[in-house]
Every structure is written in C-alpha cells, then in structure tokens.
C-alpha cells in the first residue's frame, strides 16, 4: 500500500489508504483522493441509471442504456464493468 491520502480536518492533517486501493486504475485512485466524480454530472447519472437497471435485472433497458453510453463515451472502465454485468445475468437467466 504505497498509496497514502493526507486530509485537512478540523483535528489537523490526517493520513489514510484508500480501500482497496491494490489494482485500481488510476481514475478510481483520483476519485478517492479528490473526492470527485470522473465523469461529468449527466454522465455519471447515466451510469447510475444503467447500473441500477442491472440490479434491478431490467436487461433490456440496461442494453439500451449500455448501448447509448458506448456512442457517446466510446470506452471506460464503467463501460466494460456494465457489460460483463449483463453478460452475466444473461448467461445465469439463459438468455445467451
């Protein structure tokens, strides 16, 4: 864990790992230090939305979602998590 994060708090500096910081990408690294989103607002509540029709098993609605968000951000880590995702659900429901 050689990945420390220094806070400004109201008892002084505090210093902390990351949870599970071993084998993030650099994006999630930023927004745990930052505490930022990485994608804009209207994307990431497109992400939000997709990922929650996935929990839902809204498959279909997922797909469109997952569809519209490859069109417009081409790749992301959110996009490959999103997809396996599906791919698994389907496969468990026997739909592929």
Known sequence: ESVIILKD?????EWC???ESYGQTLDA???DV????????EVAKKFRLLF????????????QR?????????SDV???SADIMISKKEFLEGRK
């Open 66 to 74: 997952y569809k519209a968000l490859k069109s417009e951000i081409c």
């Open 52 to 63: 929650n029709a996935i929990e839902n098993n809204q498959l279909d609605e997922a797909k």
């Open 29 to 31: 690294l930023i927004e």
């Open 9 to 13: 708090t109201e008892n002084g500096f």
């Open 78 to 80: 959110d996009l490959i």
């Open 34 to 41: 930052f505490e930022e989103n990485r994608h804009p607002y």
């Open 17 to 19: 790992h990351p949870e």
